[in-house]
């Protein structure tokens, strides 16, 4: 008996060299084999401990939906939230109802991509993309993470796949409709990748697709507007898009200086994204380096064969689609996230790795046609290199807690709570989930900092202050290092190093230089 797979038409069939070299039982053996390693690298990474501000606002929300007190934040992320709070109610513990989301539909879209794909790049292109996504760093990380990134990255995809398959019929545009209104309730802030989605739209069905997400938005817009109240929704959001935009977001009106905003960028996606060699990273050992090195090489390969298919036009009509797809989704989420991004958070970079390995993916499928015997080496190769430079950052992030984390809990452990106030950055929430009894607080403005401190302890407290406090270096002269809680920048871009000081009323003889 012969399976088929061939459950997405492509416009074009690919060509037999790529698709008939591997029969479909041994396809889809390979394909759950891709699968189930996914799964197992997001539960190597699968934190013990709430990692940071997001996850605590996640945390609250199982128990209470509540923008007013950010539990979540806005735009309050109702399709994640409902499928945590369903986990919690099915027994997960908090930190694992707030990762199954991203863990079960990351398998789900994993399985999807690779059928979707098929009748597009063939085997070797399929199974490419499917090894990418499951066993890239960034992926896996926040696939893991207590929190909606990785609900919204699988959503995201299985969007992209039902766009591809929406020309077959009216019924196949409403469901991509939907999915791309579910996908927006999960992660709002992939809205330009969702946008360039609706590109590849067929014409002839595009009512039938806004009617599809006319219902996916409705589905959690209106339960959201009916618990918050519509003007209070209104007045929320608009807060939080005017501190986003100019104060606390981290866009380009916030860090003007392209040179940096670049380099980040740069870091973000090559280095924490695809996990390759950058300037400045932290020393491998020899073996990950090379790994590192090797994967570059296969990247930069099938790259390569893509761009010179496109230079003569040798691009089939399936691949084509493929490669109009990554470009549509990278190319206004890039230059959204270049912009209008916090660049010092990596997880902002999950759509344009999505678009990279598709690229590369058609890249192997190229490659597939004018060597088929070879090109399965190529795509091995660079699962076991994606695996290879993946498993250290994954099991740093499921053996140790994050810093902000590890921080609390030193504080616990050797400071007494009575007498002693800290000022800290985000890590302010995790105080407060963890360790409600102490006096933990998270200043607006470095004057306010300096401030409140002056005067806490001018009647007798002990004060401690955390480097990620805003405007903490005016406080140097009368800073003693305590303690400091630091990883692997490519696991945590963001406060992934953090000193505890305490604080001196008599400026010291000599001040520490304070990070």
Known sequence: MRLSFNIISSPVEAPDAARGAMPPRSFLVLLLGLVGAGVGARLLALPR??????????????????????????PGYPVYVALARLA?????????ALAVPGIVLGAVCLGVLGLVAWPFLGAAGALTATALLALLPLPVLFGATPGSDGTGLALLV????????SERSRRHAVLAGAVVGLALGARPSFLPALLGLSLLMPRRHGLAAA???VLGVGAWLVPMAVLTGPERLVRIGSGFLLGHAGEWGGTVAVR??????????????????FGLPWPGSPADPALLFAARLLLALGLAGALGALVLAGVRSSLSAAEGRILRLALAMGLPYGTWMFLGQNLLKARHALPLVVAGALLVAVGVAVLARRWPSRTGALAGALAMTCAAVMLPVALAQGREPSPAARLVAHVASTLPPSGTLLFTGEEARLFEHYVPHYRAGRPATGEQLRREVSRVAAAGAD???????????ALA??????????CDPRVRSHAHDIVLYHYRLAALAAPHEVL
């Open 88 to 96: 919690l109610a099915a027994g997960a513990s908090e930190v694992g």
């Open 158 to 165: 299985l969007a992209a796949c039902a766009v591809l398959g």
């Open 463 to 473: 004060v401690y202050v955390t480097s990620t406090a805003p405007g903490v270096e």
């Open 256 to 273: 003007p200086d392209l040179g940096w905003r670049m380099e980040r960028f740069g870091f973000d996606l090559v280095a924490a994204g």
């Open 211 to 213: 009617g599809g997400l």
């Open 477 to 486: 002269p009368h800073l003693e290092p305590v303690a400091r809680f630091s």
């Open 49 to 74: 401990l709430l990692p940071d501000l997001d996850a605590v606002n996640f945390a609250r929300s199982l128990r209470g939906f509540d923008l007013a007190t950010q539990a979540p934040h806005f």
